[in-house]
């Protein structure tokens, strides 16, 4: 196993302003890699919570959290070129002018219940974006990490799930993330171009605003709401706090056993939502919990297996829900307030500074 160091490494990160993105970028930057960031601040980002078109819960918390993200990589020195991906010539001229050893694909449509209800967008913004970065980067980059999902795997026929098992999507996001998958492999077919395909599950942490189950468990506490489980509570999900995920790219990034494989790159234990619900009832003893029918699109999961990750690049998670969920829940509450009415706390001065949105959007570089 050889191992490639990160100091010095180019890698553009196309869709990196995004919640793994940005944290990716952070830890890349401070390990001395030249991180580049590519992204149109459109899809759950920027510029859908700063529109006054859009109906958005929580406005003010979330533009709080983007606003930091901004903040956070121009303090780090990373640069942004804000542009739509779906361009392929501002694209390849893009990549051209950052010349990456490596490219790694973030860009998507990030949730799936919004892909079920909107099929075209998500293929946009997720597939076309993709085949777009592919293409730009064939022939010219040394290695395309692609983000696919647990999704793929649809219903789990056992408690646990390999990167052997067959994969069998369940609605339009899994299946764009398995094609997406092929497309990846297909190029490399084609064209030789090294690859690295990464499935995360369920991943929480800091500055996410992708309502994702956790971080709506801990606002909805946070704003004196009840918190919806659905289900019964026995569903499980492979619970994966960020800074196991990033500590797991750098695994990827840094050893050229990556090359050409697919990794689960998770916890790798399964926990119920009824196991996460109780954490945060512990930190808030009022919240109300309820329980509600599942989604028929909403599959049936567990634990994904990351003894290949461990073999193969020396991956180590060390996060479990009870240290990484109080971790998060946490940040919440000294950021965010707690008990003062409203739920927002500093999140309401941090996003009304001088609607920071568009002031902090041009100190990034272009």
């Known amino acids: 196993m050889a191992v490639i160091p990160i100091r010095g490494?180019?890698?553009?990160?196309?869709?990196?302003?995004?919640?793994?993105?940005?944290?990716?970028?952070?830890?890349?930057?401070?390990?001395?890699?030249?991180?580049?960031?590519?992204?149109?601040?459109?899809?759950?980002?920027?510029?859908?919570?700063?529109?006054?078109?859009?109906?958005?819960?929580?406005?003010?918390?979330?533009?709080?959290?983007?606003?930091?993200?901004?903040?956070?990589?121009?303090?780090?020195?990373?640069?942004?070129?804000?542009?739509?991906?779906?361009?392929?010539?501002?694209?390849?001229?893009?990549?051209?002018?950052?010349?990456?050893?490596?490219?790694?694909?973030?860009?998507?449509?990030?949730?799936?219940?919004?892909?079920?209800?909107?099929?075209?967008?998500?293929?946009?913004h997720s597939f076309r974006t993709l085949e777009n970065a592919l293409d730009c980067a064939r022939g010219r980059v040394e290695h395309f990490i692609y983000f696919s999902s647990s999704m793929v795997y649809g219903n789990f026929r056992t408690g646990i799930v390999t990167e052997e098992t067959p994969c069998e999507p369940i609605g339009i996001y899994g299946a764009l993330k398995f094609g997406g998958e092929k497309l990846v492999i297909?190029?490399?077919?084609?064209?030789?171009?090294?690859?690295?395909?990464?499935?995360?599950?369920?991943?929480?942490?800091?500055?996410?605003?992708?309502?994702?189950?956790?971080?709506?468990?801990?606002?909805?506490a946070l704003h004196g709401e009840e918190i919806r489980v659905l289900g019964d509570g026995s569903?499980?999900?492979?619970?994966?706090?960020?800074?196991?995920?990033?500590?797991?790219?750098?695994?990827?990034?840094?050893?050229?056993?990556?090359?050409?494989q697919i990794f689960n790159l998770t916890y790798g234990e399964s926990r119920s939502l009824a196991d996460m619900a109780s954490i945060v009832a512990k930190h808030f003893p009022d919240v109300r919990v309820r329980y509600v029918p599942k989604d028929k699109l909403t599959p049936d999961r567990g634990t994904l297996s990351v003894d290949k990750a461990r073999e193969y690049i020396g991956y180590r998670p060390e996060w479990p829900l009870e240290r990484g969920f109080v971790k998060y829940l946490n940040w919440y509450k000294q950021t965010f307030g707690h008990g003062n009415g409203n739920g927002h706390g500093k999140a309401a001065s941090g996003a009304a500074s001088g609607a920071a949105s568009g002031a902090r959007v041009r100190e990034v570089r272009q």
């Open 186 to 220: 297909a190029y490399n077919q084609a064209f030789g171009l090294p690859y690295t395909i990464i499935r995360p599950s369920a991943l929480y942490g800091e500055r996410c605003v992708s309502r994702r189950v956790g971080q709506i468990f801990i606002e909805n």
């Open 9 to 124: 490494r180019r890698i553009a990160l196309v869709g990196g302003a995004g919640f793994i993105g940005h944290n990716l970028a952070l830890r890349l930057r401070a390990l001395g890699a030249e991180v580049s960031i590519i992204d149109g601040l459109m899809v759950n980002n920027l510029l859908t919570f700063a529109s006054a078109g859009q109906d958005v819960a929580h406005r003010d918390m979330y533009l709080s959290m983007l606003n930091t993200r901004l903040d956070l990589l121009h303090q780090a020195g990373v640069p942004l070129f804000i542009q739509d991906c779906r361009d392929y010539n501002a694209l390849s001229k893009l990549i051209d002018r950052i010349d990456p050893h490596v490219v790694v694909q973030l860009a998507a449509v990030a949730h799936a219940n919004k892909s079920n209800k909107d099929p075209f967008s998500t293929f946009d």
């Open 235 to 260: 569903d499980r999900l492979d619970f994966t706090f960020i800074d196991d995920f990033v500590s797991g790219m750098l695994c990827v990034l840094q050893n050229d056993n990556s090359i050409n």
